[in-house]
Nanobody, 129 residues
Framework: QVHLEESGGGLVQAGGSLKLACAAS????????MGWFRQAPGKEREFVGA???????????YYADSVKGRFTISRDNAKNMVYLQMNSLKPEDTAVYYC???????????????????WGQGTQVTVSS
């Protein structure tokens, strides 16, 4: 059982930055695909980005088009941490952000929430205009 806990959310003005953190505990962390999703009021949960292991300590990152170039995912396996650096924030980025972990097989659609087994409780990000 993997336990995930997000932190770092808050209120920021448009154009500002925030860095979210996700602390993982439980089974070995390095082999999991870690994803970030978000859900705005009245909307479905949507994919933000993911970081997937590819063997030999190599990781690949993927991003939704809406955040590409502004958001960056990183991980520190030694600390069991995953991060989401968010720059150039826009009001439409306002949402609850969730960290997720899954043992996704190679080639699995990393943007599909249903494939992730474990979820954090979420952290609120509010971007004011």
């Amino acid at each position: 059982q993997v336990h995930l806990e997000e932190s770092g959310g808050g209120l920021v003005q448009a154009g500002g930055s925030l860095k979210l953190a996700c602390a993982a505990s439980g089974p070995p962390f390095s082999g999991y695909t870690m994803g970030w999703f978000r859900q705005a009021p009245g909307k479905e949960r949507e994919f933000v980005g993911a970081i997937r292991p590819s063997g030999n300590n190599i990781y690949y990152t993927y991003y939704a088009d809406s955040v590409k170039g502004r958001f960056t995912i990183s991980r520190d396996n030694a600390k069991n941490m995953v991060y989401l650096q968010m720059n150039s924030l826009k009001p439409e980025d306002t949402a609850v952000y969730y960290c997720a972990a899954g043992a996704l097989a190679y080639g699995s659609p990393y943007d599909r929430a249903g494939l992730y087994n474990y979820w954090g409780q979420g952290t609120q990000v509010t971007v004011s205009s």
